[in-house]
């Protein structure tokens, strides 16, 4: 600024120079047309004039060329560098900025799991104690229908043998539970005061948690604050780069003040020249001293006056720019000032925010100090309220157990009462009083007269008392024991009614199994008939095919191979009657005996003996099954109902599974006969007519056995090859339907 003030006063000297050299000419002009003589005085001061005018010129140009370079570098530099001064700081103010909102947020999601984890432990801590509340509540229920049961119970008589002794046991027993009971107060009395005291301890964790939710809503509070100083900063930011904008307008205002700075330039060489020409003239006019000035010097000294008079236009131009640049100056300083205000602005607001976060930090720490301290507090009261818990429970049982004996003790109470009254009655009655308190006098008067009558009577009374007292005792034990006894003979009615409907329904539930293993046997029967009938049919069919079939040519054949083929058809036969055999002891009825079948007679007699031997074992389980109720009855006399239940349910399964096992045994023998009859028909392929004249080869046999006995075989008919027959399937049984509906095979005969 003292720069561009120094640079005005210089062009306004120049401007009053050339205002004395513009007078000193018009002077010499008036001399001219007063046809004066300039003088050598004047010539030299105006050629000084002259000179002090080239040496300010120049001074001048020396100085605006310093204010330009200086204007310019100073200018841009200083405010490049301080508008990247403001932009670094700005910078750094929005990472502070973001720093302080991540730390703020932090702090935040903090506070939330803070209040999160301590509203969570409230919960639980009011679950606990509502729970613990649920159980005592149900455990005094509990306990006042234990109680209940235990007044009904002292109510009834009970089978109990005491004596005098007894009773000060009792008195004794009743004096100890008596100190118990107030131990027990004393106890209740402390469980009560802590538990007042884990009330304000919970109380205390209430504010603690009120607290942390204001602190947790100035964070919130701090965050909108943040918010907005995040605006600010943007709307900043904006102005910054608004004023870049303006600062390169500047800059492209200077380079044009720099171009019109080169044109002054050139201007003020035109004035040198121009000077030169005024101090050619003064030369030329010193030549011509005494002379008087022509025509075209006073046109040239017009001329000249013209040019000054346009030199100084061009200074008030000048002047007008230079005044123009003063006032962009300052609105530019003025705008620095704003920003560096708002600057400072923010740093103090980043210093608050520093030291408020600085404050939330500690305060955080504060706060997990805390809450550790209340987690460990809070362990310590669980730990606390378990082992109350546990003390409570136990005071519990010993209140009930005190109360069920002050209940004893209260019922022996009211009947010595009774007695005391009865005892007072008759004594009002003996002394003819009509009431209460007139039976102590006359008590007193009586006994003054008969004090030794009376220590005898006490004596000989107390003792009348005892034994009065025992034999109610004995009366009330008599009365008990005949109720035992009836309620014993009412169990006893119950239990053998209950075992009758037991044993009726196992007979029941037998009957019909029986029944249905009735009708399986049944059933079974039938198809043996049905079976047997196809059999026959088959050897009709057969017989009839052997009459139709043979020729003249294979008798010979027949009649040589008779033997063997009989042997083999009996070995058939035999399987099949074997299969037969598993399924009932109908088959002797159905079958009919032929000459041809005498093997299989002897073995269906085996087999009838094998099944005489299973009949002989069902008969057994039978006989078993009649000494069911007799034993059921023997172990149903137990006085438990659960040891009756368990013995039935033990004796039933037993039976249960001797008859499941027998089942199990006849479907296995029904089993094996299947497979190995099916074993065999599959070994016995059909014979086809051979191409050519070769024999057979068959097993010999020793000879031909007699009619009912089966002839000896060397062959094993296990190990023959099974054959591929859809009748002998082993996946076939003669429980499936299959099996009933099969209609009758074919049965081919080798022919030769």
Same mark, same amino acid.
């Given at each position: 600024?003292?720069?561009?003030?120094?640079?005005?006063?210089?062009?306004?000297?120049?401007?009053?120079?050339?205002?004395?050299?513009?007078?000193?000419?018009?002077?010499?002009?008036?001399?001219?047309?007063?046809?004066?003589?300039?003088?050598?005085?004047?010539?030299?001061?105006?050629?000084?004039?002259?000179?002090?005018?080239?040496?300010?010129?120049?001074?001048?140009?020396?100085?605006?060329?310093?204010?330009?370079?200086?204007?310019?570098?100073?200018?841009?530099?200083?405010?490049?560098?301080?508008?990247?001064?403001?932009?670094?700081?700005?910078?750094?103010?929005?990472?502070?900025?973001?720093?302080?909102?991540?730390?703020?947020?932090?702090?935040?999601?903090?506070?939330?799991?803070?209040?999160?984890?301590?509203?969570?432990?409230?919960?639980?801590?009011?679950?606990?104690?509502?729970?613990?509340?649920?159980?005592?509540?149900?455990?005094?229920?509990?306990?006042?229908?234990?109680?209940?049961?235990?007044?009904?119970?002292?109510?009834?008589?009970?089978?109990?043998?005491?004596?005098?002794?007894?009773?000060?046991?009792?008195?004794?027993?009743?004096?100890?539970?008596?100190?118990?009971?107030?131990?027990?107060?004393?106890?209740?009395?402390?469980?009560?005061?802590?538990?007042?005291?884990?009330?304000?301890?919970?109380?205390?964790?209430?504010?603690?948690?009120?607290?942390?939710?204001?602190?947790?809503?100035?964070?919130?509070?701090?965050?909108?604050?943040?918010?907005?100083?995040?605006?600010?900063?943007?709307?900043?930011?904006?102005?910054?780069?608004?004023?870049?904008?303006?600062?390169?307008?500047?800059?492209?205002?200077?380079?044009?003040?720099?171009?019109?700075?080169?044109?002054?330039?050139?201007?003020?060489?035109?004035?040198?020249?121009?000077?030169?020409? #005024?101090?050619?003239?003064?030369?030329?006019?010193?030549?011509?001293?005494?002379?008087?000035?022509?025509?075209?010097?006073?046109?040239?000294?017009?001329?000249?006056?013209?040019?000054?008079?346009?030199?100084?236009?061009?200074?008030?131009?000048?002047?007008?720019?230079?005044?123009?640049?003063?006032?962009?100056?300052?609105?530019?300083?003025?705008?620095?000032?704003?920003?560096?205000?708002?600057?400072?602005?923010?740093?103090?607001?980043?210093?608050? #925010?520093?030291?408020?976060?600085?404050?939330?930090?500690?305060?955080?720490?504060?706060?997990?100090?805390?809450?550790?301290?209340?987690?460990?507090?809070?362990?310590?009261?669980?730990?606390?309220?378990?082992?109350?818990?546990?003390?409570?429970?136990?005071?519990?049982?010993?209140?009930?157990?005190?109360?069920?004996?002050?209940?004893?003790?209260?019922?022996?109470?009211?009947?010595?009462?009774?007695?005391?009254?009865?005892?007072?009655?008759?004594?009002?009655?003996?002394?003819?009083?009509?009431?209460?308190?007139?039976?102590?006098?006359?008590?007193?008067?009586?006994?003054?007269?008969?004090?030794?009558?009376?220590?005898?009577?006490?004596?000989?009374?107390?003792?009348?008392?005892?034994?009065?007292?025992?034999?109610?005792?004995?009366?009330?034990?008599?009365?008990?024991?005949?109720? #035992?006894?009836?309620?014993?003979?009412?169990?006893?009615?119950?239990?053998?009614?209950?075992?009758?409907?037991?044993?009726?329904?196992?007979?029941?539930?037998?009957?019909?199994?029986?029944?249905?293993?009735?009708?399986?046997?049944?059933?079974?029967?039938?198809?043996?008939?049905?079976?047997?009938?196809?059999?026959?049919?088959?050897?009709?069919?057969?017989?009839?095919?052997?009459?139709?079939?043979?020729?003249?040519?294979?008798?010979?054949?027949?009649?040589?191979?008779?033997?063997?083929?009989?042997?083999?058809?009996?070995?058939?036969?035999?399987?099949?009657?074997?299969?037969?055999?598993?399924?009932?002891?109908?088959?002797?009825?159905?079958?009919?005996?032929?000459?041809?079948?005498?093997?299989?007679?002897?073995?269906?007699?085996?087999?009838?003996?094998?099944?005489?031997?299973?009949?002989?074992?069902?008969?057994?389980?039978?006989?078993?099954?009649?000494?069911?109720?007799?034993?059921?009855?023997?172990?149903?006399?137990?006085?438990?109902?659960?040891?009756?239940?368990?013995?039935?349910?033990?004796?039933?399964?037993?039976?249960?599974?001797?008859?499941?096992?027998?089942?199990?045994?006849?479907?296995?023998?029904?089993?094996?006969?299947?497979?190995?009859?099916?074993?065999?028909?599959?070994?016995?392929?059909?014979?086809?007519?051979?191409?050519?004249?070769?024999?057979?080869?068959?097993?010999?046999?020793?000879?031909?056995?007699?009619?009912?006995?089966?002839?000896?075989?060397?062959?094993?008919?296990?190990?023959?090859?099974?054959?591929?027959?859809?009748?002998?399937?082993?996946?076939?049984?003669?429980?499936?339907?299959?099996?009933?509906?099969?209609?009758?095979?074919?049965?081919?005969?080798?022919?030769?």
């Amino acid at each position: 600024m003292a720069a561009n003030f120094e640079g005005e006063a210089k062009v306004r000297a120049f401007a009053s120079i050339a205002a004395e050299v513009e007078k000193e000419l018009r002077d010499v002009v008036s001399g001219q047309t007063g046809s004066k003589i300039i003088s050598e005085e004047k010539i030299l001061g105006l050629q000084f004039q002259i000179e002090s005018q080239k040496r300010e010129i120049e001074f001048l140009k020396n100085q605006i060329e310093i204010l330009q370079e200086n204007s310019q570098s100073n200018l841009v530099f200083q405010e490049q560098n301080n508008v990247e001064e403001y932009l670094i700081q700005i910078q750094n103010l929005s990472s502070e900025n973001q720093g302080l909102v991540n730390t703020i947020e932090k702090n935040n999601a903090e506070y939330e799991n803070n209040i999160k984890n301590l509203t969570f432990e409230k919960q639980k801590l009011e679950e606990e104690l509502s729970n613990t509340k649920n159980e005592f509540t149900s455990h005094i229920q509990t306990l006042e229908s234990e109680n209940m049961l235990l007044q009904e119970q002292l109510k009834k008589p009970q089978i109990q043998e005491s004596n005098v002794q007894d009773i000060s046991n009792y008195v004794r027993e009743i004096s100890q539970l008596k100190q118990k009971n107030a131990n027990l107060a004393s106890t209740i009395e402390k469980i009560t005061d802590e538990q007042k005291i884990l009330k304000d301890e919970n109380s205390k964790l209430q504010i603690q948690i009120n607290q942390f939710r204001k602190e947790s809503d100035r964070a919130t509070e701090l965050t909108h604050h943040n918010g907005d100083l995040i605006t600010e900063n943007s709307r900043l930011i904006q102005q910054i780069n608004q004023l870049k904008k303006d600062f390169d307008l500047l800059q492209v205002e200077k380079s044009n003040q720099s171009a019109k700075s080169v044109e002054y330039e050139i201007q003020i060489a035109n004035l040198q020249s121009q000077i030169l020409n #005024l101090q050619n003239k003064l030369d030329s006019l010193k030549s011509e001293e005494g002379r008087k000035l022509s025509q075209d010097q006073i046109e040239l000294y017009e001329q000249t006056l013209k040019q000054n008079e346009d030199l100084k236009q061009q200074i008030d131009e000048l002047q007008i720019k230079f005044d123009e640049k003063d006032k962009n100056i300052q609105s530019y300083e003025e705008i620095r000032e704003d920003l560096t205000k708002k600057i400072n602005e923010l740093i103090e607001q980043n210093s608050e #925010l520093r030291i408020s976060v600085e404050v939330k930090d500690a305060n955080t720490r504060k706060d997990r100090t805390q809450i550790n301290i209340l987690n460990s507090n809070i362990s310590g009261l669980n730990k606390n309220v378990e082992s109350l818990e546990r003390q409570k429970t136990a005071l519990q049982n010993e209140i009930n157990n005190i109360h069920g004996q002050i209940e004893q003790l209260t019922a022996e109470k009211l009947s010595i009462k009774q007695e005391s009254e009865r005892f007072t009655s008759t004594v009002c009655s003996l002394l003819s009083c009509s009431e209460k308190k007139e039976v102590i006098p006359a008590l007193e008067a009586t006994l003054e007269k008969l004090v030794s009558s009376i220590k005898l009577s006490e004596k000989s009374a107390a003792l009348q008392s005892q034994v009065e007292f025992e034999q109610s005792k004995n009366s009330t034990l008599s009365r008990r024991i005949d109720e #035992l006894k009836a309620q014993l003979e009412e169990e006893r009615s119950k239990t053998t009614r209950i075992l009758d409907i037991q044993t009726d329904e196992v007979s029941i539930a037998l009957k019909k199994q029986n029944q249905s293993l009735v009708s399986q046997n049944k059933n079974l029967q039938n198809e043996i008939d049905r079976l047997s009938q196809e059999i026959l049919e088959k050897d009709a069919n057969i017989e009839h095919l052997k009459i139709t079939t043979i020729s003249e040519s294979t008798k010979q054949v027949l009649a040589s191979s008779k033997s063997e083929r009989l042997s083999n058809y009996e070995v058939h036969h035999q399987r099949t009657v074997e299969f037969l055999r598993t399924l009932s002891m109908t088959i002797e009825r159905t079958l009919s005996p032929g000459p041809t079948n005498a093997n299989r007679i002897h073995v269906i007699d085996n087999l009838a003996d094998s099944l005489e031997n299973v009949t002989i074992s069902e008969q057994q389980v039978s006989e078993a099954f009649n000494n069911f109720g007799s034993l059921l009855f023997g172990e149903f006399m137990k006085p438990e109902i659960s040891d009756l239940a368990l013995s039935f349910k033990n004796r039933a399964q037993q039976y249960m599974d001797v008859i499941t096992e027998k089942v199990d045994i006849m479907k296995e023998k029904l089993d094996k006969e299947s497979l190995r009859i099916d074993l065999h028909f599959r070994g016995k392929s059909a014979i086809t007519t051979p191409s050519t004249s070769t024999p057979i080869k068959r097993p010999p046999i020793y000879g031909r056995s007699p009619v009912g006995k089966s002839p000896k075989m060397r062959f094993d008919p296990h190990s023959m090859t099974p054959r591929n027959s859809p009748y002998f399937n082993k996946s076939r049984s003669p429980f499936s339907n299959s099996f009933i509906n099969e209609e009758p095979v074919s049965v081919r005969i080798p022919m030769k």
